[in-house]
């Protein structure tokens, strides 16, 4: 059986360094992570002005965040805006456009009220990080989200 670990950064680098411990501990194949793409935005979101999209596809500055995983592509979310989608959950989010982040959160296993909840983090400039673990490694994922500073780090069923 196997769970959901999901938190939010607000700093780009805890971020970064949260997704290369998970790496390292052997969690990379089943993190995902959504964020803001501030540069087609337009705006200085809320990561303070920090472009989460430059280089998505020239392997440029998103190296550290989202070039570290697989699966990396620009969507844009009606009220959210263009965002960048990477791991497992971008091919959940490309099926769902309409239903918005928290639409593809659900089909991820997390409640329809906590997925609006992490939607709207993504929408004020938040950085979603989530992975799939087994029984045996949740506390330790969810254990790295805190470690780098990661809020509202919950553990949600599969479904």
């Not at 990477?86 to 906590?114: F, K, N, S």
């Not at 950085?127 to 490694?137: F, G, N, P, R, Y």
């Amino acid at each position: 059986m196997s769970k959901v670990v999901v938190g939010v950064f607000h700093d780009r680098n805890q971020a970064e360094e949260a997704l290369e411990n998970l790496k390292e501990q052997g969690f990379d194949r089943d993190i995902s992570l959504i964020a803001k793409d501030e540069q087609q935005g337009g705006g200085q979101g809320g990561m303070g002005g920090q472009d989460l999209s430059e280089g998505t596809f020239t392997g440029g500055a998103l190296g550290g965040i989202a070039g570290l995983l697989a699966g990396v592509g620009a969507l844009l979310i009606p009220g959210v805006g263009p965002i960048i989608a990477a791991g497992p959950i971008a091919a959940t989010l490309t099926g769902v456009v309409t239903g918005g982040i928290a639409g593809g959160l659900i089909d991820y296993g997390i409640p329809e009220e906590r997925g609006e909840y992490y939607e709207e983090q993504v929408r004020q400039g938040g950085i979603l990080v989530s992975m799939k673990a087994s029984d045996e490694k949740v506390e330790e994922a969810a254990s790295i989200l805190r470690q780098y500073g990661a809020s509202d780090v919950e553990l949600h069923q599969v479904v």
